[in-house]
T-cell receptor
Framework: GQNIDQPTEMTATEGAIVQINCTYQ??????LFWYQQHAGEAPTFLSY??LDGLEEKGRFSSFLSRSKGYSYLLLKELQMKDSASYLC??????????WGAGTKLIIKP | GAVVSQHPSWVICKSGTSVKIECRSL??????MFWYRQFPKQSLMLMAT?????????EQGVEKDKFLINHASLTLSTLTVTSAHPEDSSFYIC??????????FGPGTRLTVT
């Protein structure tokens, strides 16, 4: 079966750094997405990785290791508005998006 | 960037009635749109893939006669929840792909069936 694992919830302090991990086991791999979703809203695109390595975009970075079936999203200089759920999604061999359950990130002052 | 809209943003209906949700790509054409459902504290669940000019492809366990999808044009797809029941209350989200891998989501429609 296809499976994506993320921690259910994480807590971090404003101004700090947090890393949200995602491990996956899917039938094929055609890329991995990270989305941010605030409560009651639709997901918004953060990043897309298809090759191994680190992609940096402002305060957010995303890392991929295809051999390990592993990705992480790194958030720096945390702000209160970063409190949200972060969804990891993998594109499988049929170009279907397989979604993780999401990680709820709580930022404390 | 690509913009996807949904209408209505929220709707309350009585059990047994039907509700139509529209999904539009405002500044690009989308031959394929996707419909998702999300229950509280759960991940997005793909319901169906909507293809312009042809029948939608439904995921296993999704009743095609209950969730009618019509992809009438390259910028519009509609989802009709027929004979709605309280267990159909959920957050329905559509998405569309202007390019090979990017996927843009609509703002979602919150359906409450009383």
């Amino acid at each position: 079966g296809q499976n994506i694992d993320q921690p259910t919830e994480m807590t971090a302090t404003e101004g700090a750094i947090v890393q949200i991990n995602c491990t996956y086991q899917t039938s094929g791999f055609n890329g991995l997405f990270w989305y941010q979703q605030h409560a009651g809203e639709a997901p918004t695109f953060l990043s897309y990785n298809v090759l191994d390595g680190l992609e940096e975009k402002g305060r957010f970075s995303s890392f991929l290791s295809r051999s390990k079936g592993y990705s992480y999203l790194l958030l720096k200089e945390l702000q209160m508005k970063d409190s949200a759920s972060y969804l990891c999604a993998v594109v499988d061999s049929n170009y279907q998006l397989i979604w993780g359950a999401g990680t709820k990130l709580i930022i404390k002052p | 960037g690509a913009v996807v809209s949904q209408h209505p943003s929220w709707v309350i209906c009585k059990s047994g009635t039907s509700v139509k949700i529209e999904c539009r790509s405002l500044d690009f054409q989308a031959t394929t749109m996707f419909w998702y459902r999300q229950f509280p504290k759960q991940s997005l669940m793909l319901m169906a893939t909507s293809n312009e000019g042809s029948k939608a492809t439904y995921e296993q366990g999704v009743e095609k006669d209950k969730f009618l999808i019509n992809h009438a044009s390259l910028t519009l797809s509609t989802l009709t929840v027929t004979s709605a029941h309280p267990e159909d209350s959920s957050f329905y989200i559509c998405s569309a792909k202007p390019r090979d891998y990017e996927q843009y989501f609509g703002p979602g429609t919150r359906l409450t069936v009383t």
